[in-house]
């Protein structure tokens, strides 16, 4: 029967089925954060489990850690307490780990591609969300809890069941001015948060072949907020000229191996999904968000929804709140509204390609009077090629902060928060309430559009600076 | 993990859709080592102002959903990020059960994890069971699990469907990986296939 390339990687996989359909899935490589792992080692402690594979699995230090000087001590203590947590327990269970001053510590889903951990027809897990990154790669990669955590980290494998198939393609020519940022918002703009939920989603098309693998990664990063556990997209000539040379990927003769087995994973012609949904590249425009989730997305040249012309009373009750948090309303331009600050990095856009638009926009310009602007880059080694191209000077130049690698001001559990009422322009992933610090207001964007933003104090069509 | 077989509760409305787990428990509370005592965050944003102080409006700073065991919401319960901590809050505070018409996938697989059961029954059923919800500490609803059962407090039975496997799980508070280890010589022979057949496929040491 022909088959998916979701299809492919979870059959690869699958050490047993059991009779009611669950299956004893088999996980490559288990991404690990000082975040969710704390209670998953402790479980292994009181059970007297081990590591089954310590080989498997790679430990960073991403959410917790300040942006500014890493020789300091972590100011915070419960911060602190949580990455001394994590390097003592990588220390006891012989688990591979780059320290918070290794150039290789980034954020957890920028390094597992840009060190060869992440493969094509991997399965690859981690406690976090946004692990649906991987998939870029043609991985089926997908956020778990901590009970799953401890759970692969004594046994390599999770209770699952198969997800069903979702096929998102993407045809045409991206117009100017827009990015993969701009095709996964309005990809979640048309099924909304949910419209995802129970599927895994193959990115095909004309246009995702032409992205590069920054751009499949940040696609692919934004699966979880369309609510699908993982997106993929079929590995090929881009995705293996990306993987030659990396640190940990094979090499010679294993990776002429390993690519014919990848040339295998795309789909067979007349492979059947559960669900389809077809975007024209050419219509699509720079995208941000209004509202509190990240389904609540429009082009730069359009404007706030009335919640009055919902006909659903919970929905019209939820736009309505969204309105009031954003302190926006119903029929306004989103462009030309002020901002007070502008954040750049992310596992969604922290990648050297992301800094580059961002540093594009910024050459010979400067952030405007009163804005704040930061750019983090997703790791170590992503911040040295930025510094070795010159894009720190660039960026310094015009005013941009440039800060050490970490999740930063994606999620507020580091220095890097909003206050109360501030309203950011944000190349990271989501926009609930508060996510960005309590009572911050979030836009989501691409980097050239935070970048925009940061330069004329605005929310910006960036064709304007063109 | 404790079993969960029956329970008779408060059953606390929540009419949201999305409700998000940064909102179950924001991310600043996320700096703890421990599974427990995540309760006082529970809601955080909606249950206390600026200031930490109470706002009364919220559901769970009323009488008696101060002790609501169920919870019943809108769409999309538990969307977002994958933190456990969710749940952990969530169970902390008390709720042992969660009715909503769907849940996003990782909060959905992260509750059975630590015996609370999620059911998913269609919004109709929802907004009925908020509608007793609201007449307050009176109106108890009842679970039973093994029946696959809600019980209305006028005594109406309203069928739900679970997992065969994590129903098993769930009435016994059977920890999965003591399941999983039962698989170990077939887990065996699979790494011992793939690493004959994938050898290209890297260990990690880190020097």
């Known amino acids: 029967m022909a088959r998916t390339l979701f299809d492919k990687v979870w059959d690869a996989h699958v050490v047993e089925r059991l009779p009611d359909g669950t299956c004893v899935l088999y996980i490559d490589r288990h991404l690990v954060h000082e975040v969710t792992s704390p209670q998953a080692f402790e479980g292994l402690r009181m059970a007297g489990r081990k590591l089954r594979r310590p080989d498997a699995h790679i430990a960073v230090v991403d959410h917790n850690v300040a942006t500014s000087d890493r020789r300091l001590p972590i100011a915070e203590p419960e911060s602190r307490l949580q990455v001394e947590t994590l390097e003592a327990n990588v220390a006891e269970f012989g688990m ?35 692990t649906s990154t991987h998939g870029a790669m043609g991985a089926l990669a997908f956020g778990i809890g901590t009970s799953e955590v401890e759970h692969v980290m004594a046994t390599q494998t999770l209770l699952q069941r198969p997800a069903k198939n979702f096929l998102v393609e993407v045809n045409g020519a991206l117009p100017v001015g827009c990015t993969a940022k701009d095709i996964v918002l309005a990809i979640i703009g048309k099924i909304g948060t949910a419209g995802g939920t129970g599927y895994v989603i193959e990115y095909a098309g004309d246009t995702i072949r032409a992205l590069d693998m920054a751009g499949r990664m940040t ?20 995705t293996f000229d990306y993987v030659r040379g990396k640190p940990f990927a094979p090499k010679g003769e294993a990776l002429d191996r390993a690519i014919a087995y990848w040339k295998t994973l795309p789909a067979d012609a007349g492979a059947v999904y559960d669900k389809h949904l077809a975007i024209d590249a050419t219509t699509l425009a720079p995208m941000v968000t209004w509202g509190t989730n990240p389904e609540a997305v429009i082009a730069i040249t359009g404007t706030v929804p009335d919640p009055a012309a919902e006909a659903d009373e919970g929905k019209r009750a939820q736009l309505a709140r969204m309105c009031e948090y954003m302190a926006l309303t119903p029929g306004q331009k989103i462009a030309d509204l002020p901002i007070d600050v502008v954040f750049i990095g992310s596992c969604t856009n922290g990648r050297i390609e992301d800094i580059r638009a961002a540093a594009a926009i910024a050459k010979g310009r400067h952030v405007a009077p009163g804005v704040r602007a ?4 997703g790791s170590g080694l992503v911040k040295a090629q930025a510094e070795s191209e010159g894009l720190d000077k660039i960026l310094l130049d015009a005013g941009f902060e440039w800060r050490e690698p970490g999740c930063s001001m994606c999620l507020g559990m580091n220095p890097d928060k909003l206050t109360p009422g501030q309203r950011s322009a944000s190349t990271s992933n989501r926009n609930f309430e508060g996510r960005q610090g309590p009572g911050g207001r979030t836009h989501l964007v691409s980097p050239a559009m935070a970048a925009a933003a940061a330069v004329t104090g605005r929310l910006v069509d960036v064709r304007e600076l063109n | 993990m404790q079993p969960f077989t029956t329970l008779t509760g408060v059953a606390a409305p929540l009419p949201l859709a999305n409700v998000d787990t940064d909102k179950i428990i924001p991310a600043r509370f996320l700096k703890t080592i421990k599974r427990s005592g995540l309760g006082v965050h529970l809601f955080d944003t909606l249950r206390f102002d600026e200031n930490g102080a109470e706002r009364p409006e919220f559901v769970l700073n009323q009488e008696p959903y101060r002790h609501a065991e169920i919870l019943i919401a809108h769409e999309n319960f538990g969307c977002g990020s994958s933190r456990e901590h969710a749940p952990w809050a969530l169970l902390d505070f008390g709720i042992r059960c969660v009715i909503a018409p769907d849940f996003a996938d990782i909060f959905h697989t992260n509750t059975f994890k630590n015996g609370i059961l999620p059911i998913k029954l269609p919004r109709e059923i929802c907004d009925q069971l908020m509608d007793d919800a609201k007449l307050g500490g009176n109106a108890r609803i009842t679970v039973d699990l093994a029946a696959q059962e809600v019980v209305r407090p006028n005594g109406e039975r309203i069928k739900f469907e679970i997992d065969p496997f994590r129903k098993h799980l769930l009435l016994n508070g059977l920890d999965d990986i003591g399941q999983t280890l039962q698989h170990t010589p077939a887990i065996d022979g699979y790494e011992a296939r793939q690493r004959a057949e994938k050898s290209w496929m890297p260990d990690i040491s880190v020097s």
């Open chain 1, 374 to 377: 930061l750019v983090v880059a």
């Open chain 1, 219 to 238: 696609v692919c990063n934004m699966s979880i907020e369309g609510g699908a556990r993982a997106g993929m997209i079929a590995p090929d000539h881009v």
């Open chain 1, 96 to 130: 591979p780990y780059f320290p918070l001053l290794d150039e290789r510590q980034g954020i957890v889903h920028i390094i597992g591609p840009e060190q060869g951990l992440s493969l094509p027809g991997m399965t690859i897990v981690c406690g976090d969300s946004h």
